[in-house]
């Protein structure tokens, strides 16, 4: 089992900045890769960033390339993600999430095994 705590989220302006945080524990070296999703009221749950945990490649939604960027400390079992730039579309509940052995994309919801309780974040003035 892997258990995932994500904090950072708030209100910002547009424009602003927030840095996401999720702290895993249990199971952690079991994990192919960490990734970050967004559900908006009424929408899917949408893929944002992900690094794989064993060389750092990075993936990113085109809706948030150039203005997010995760990263990761492994001695901490800890995954960022750094939003600049925010856009009141952006508003929606962040979720971290881990995928343990590699499942053929690392953009999809299905393929991860086990999330956390999410964080809001809302952009607005």
């Known amino acids: 089992q892997v258990q995932l705590v994500e904090s950072g989220g708030g209100l910002v302006q547009p424009g602003g900045s927030l840095r996401l945080s999720c702290a895993a524990s249990?199971?952690?070296?079991?994990?192919?890769?960490m990734g970050w999703f967004r559900q908006a009221p009424g929408k899917e749950r949408d893929f944002v960033a992900a690094i794989v945990a064993s060389d750092g490649r990075t993936y990113y939604a085109d809706s948030v390339k150039g203005r997010f960027t995760i990263s990761r400390q492994n001695a901490k079992n800890t995954v960022y993600l750094e939003m600049n730039s925010l856009k009141p579309e952006d508003t929606a509940v962040y979720y971290c999430?881990?995928?343990?052995?590699?499942?053929?994309?690392?953009?999809?919801?299905?393929?991860?095994?086990?999330w956390g309780q999410g964080t809001q974040v809302t952009v607005s003035s």
């Open positions: 249990g199971r952690t070296f079991s994990t192919y890769a």
């Open positions: 999430a881990v995928q343990t052995y590699y499942s053929g994309s690392v953009n999809f919801a299905a393929h991860y095994d086990y």
